[in-house]
């Protein structure tokens, strides 16, 4: 099986780097990736990465730069722009923001001040560190209030409860986002309390993001939300980055405008340059600019729901294997698995014994965890990536089963060894998107 980028890392003066990336290939290969919030990107997307544009400085935007030298940077930038906006739907398009919390700080910059709330989801229910974890600097500056889930065996939001607490705290944002629940969220009724209390509603849909623009999971959008933030490199296959979107139009983003809704798309690029960042990284926006083509194509959809079909498949058979699943199922890519009562293991130990085996995925906190966040309870996982590698709902079961081989076998060396290869022999079969 061809290697990813052989000819060039063999021709590497810098061995050590060279026998780094060689190894992280051939981990990526022999394993499968569950992490939910990981993909495979393409050779395209590889190549605009690895491009001069990583030479050129364009602080600033579209014809309006600090320096010389951009007639190709703005071509570029305002197609990664023009391709986002129609993924979306969105009026407006910041394509700069280095990474998912880059795009959430200056999303919070664009509309409030310090000492100013926002309403956010319980982190232990889902919610996000840039959605306050208390020690963050933006929860120094911001006062973040929380709501949550009604009920932890459904998913559903107390929406009751996040009527009264905008009533009482008389937010300046209502964020609806998470990173770790595995169920949709009811936007009409987010952005009806949002209204009610003259909130901007925001949705960080950065999980979610490839479902959305496939019109597999619905797009906040289309359900009176102001601005839509998100990563570029989960579920929508990009590279690492950031975006965010607003409806309305930009007006002249070296004037401080006016804070008024109307304003909020120029604000939101003040926010971004000279609010938080400096200089874009173009090779990042061209990466970006090829993954809003990619998911653009008639394929992606394909993708999108195999994803989701993959999660329910995946949910099922280990619900069946006796892992008990917060909320009790799924409704998008990712599970969360409470191992602490299925198995009375904390996990860390089901992250690292999964990860012996090749079954990568990450420990994760469950709600109102009484366990800390290094060793909680849960684990997370998703689909997204092995979907990519092209799996399928009736490898669900085999995925399960290894898992629940694996945390049975956690004590014994020789049944994990064995494990571990049979794992690599079945990934090898599913080439890397790159290898093409
Ligand atoms: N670290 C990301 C995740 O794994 O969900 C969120 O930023």
Do not use: C
Not at 113 to 127: A, F, K, Q, R, V
Not at 176 to 186: F, I
Not at 237 to 260: D, S, Y
Not at 412 to 419: A, T
């Amino acid at each position: 099986m061809k290697k990813i980028d052989d000819a060039v890392l063999s021709s590497m003066h810098d061995t050590q780097v060279a026998e780094l990336i060689h190894a992280e290939e051939q981990r990526q290969r022999t394993g499968l990736e569950l992490i939910p919030s990981e993909n495979y990107v393409s050779r395209e997307v590889l190549t605009a990465m690895g491009s001069v544009f990583t030479n050129k400085y364009s602080e600033g935007y579209v014809k309006k730069r600090y320096y010389g030298g951009q007639e190709n940077t703005d071509k570029l930038e305002q197609l990664a722009i023009d391709r986002v906006k129609a993924l979306f739907d969105a009026d407006h398009a910041n394509v700069q923001p280095l990474s998912g919390a880059q795009a959430n700080e200056a999303a919070e910059h664009a509309w409030m001040e310090p000492g100013d709330t926002i309403l956010g989801m319980d982190l232990s229910h889902g919610g996000h560190l840039t959605h306050g974890r208390p020690g963050t600097v933006l929860a120094k500056i911001f006062n973040f209030v929380r709501y949550g889930m009604k009920d932890v065996e459904t998913g559903e939001i107390d929406y009751d409860q996040l009527r009264a607490l905008a009533k009482e705290h008389k937010p300046k944002i209502i964020l609806a986002g998470y990173s770790s629940y595995p169920r949709e969220l009811d936007y009409d009724k987010f952005a009806a309390i949002a209204e009610e209390v003259g909130a901007v509603a925001w949705a960080d849909i950065a999980h979610i993001a490839g479902l959305v623009a496939a019109k597999k999971l619905e797009n906040p959008f289309h359900h009176g939300f102001h601005m839509v933030t998100s990563t570029t490199h989960k579920t929508l296959r990009g590279p690492r980055g950031g975006i965010i979107l607003t409806k309305g139009v930009a007006g002249n983003p070296l004037r401080k405008p006016e804070k008024t809704i109307e304003n909020l798309p120029t604000l939101v690029d003040r926010a971004v340059f000279p609010g938080i960042q400096g200089g874009p990284h173009m090779h990042v926006i061209a990466a970006k600019a090829v993954a809003f083509y990619e998911a653009a194509r008639p394929e992606f959809a394909g993708y999108a729901q195999q994803v989701l079909d993959n999660a329910q498949a995946l949910a099922t058979a280990l619900m069946k294997r006796g892992f008990k699943l917060i909320t009790n199922g799924t409704d998008n890519h990712l599970v969360l698995v409470d191992v602490m009562t299925s198995f009375g293991i904390h996990g860390g130990e089901a992250e690292a014994v999964l990860d012996r085996i090749g079954l990568t995925l990450n420990k994760n906190v469950i709600p109102d965890d009484p366990l800390p966040p290094f060793q909680p309870s849960g684990i997370r996982l998703g689909t997204p990536a092995i979907t990519t590698r092209g799996l399928k709902d009736e490898h669900m079961e085999q995925i399960a089963a290894w898992m629940l081989k694996g945390i049975t076998a956690r004590q014994d060396e020789k049944e994990l060894i064995r494990l571990q290869k049979e794992i690599a022999d079945f990934a090898e079969q599913f080439p890397l998107p790159s290898d093409s």
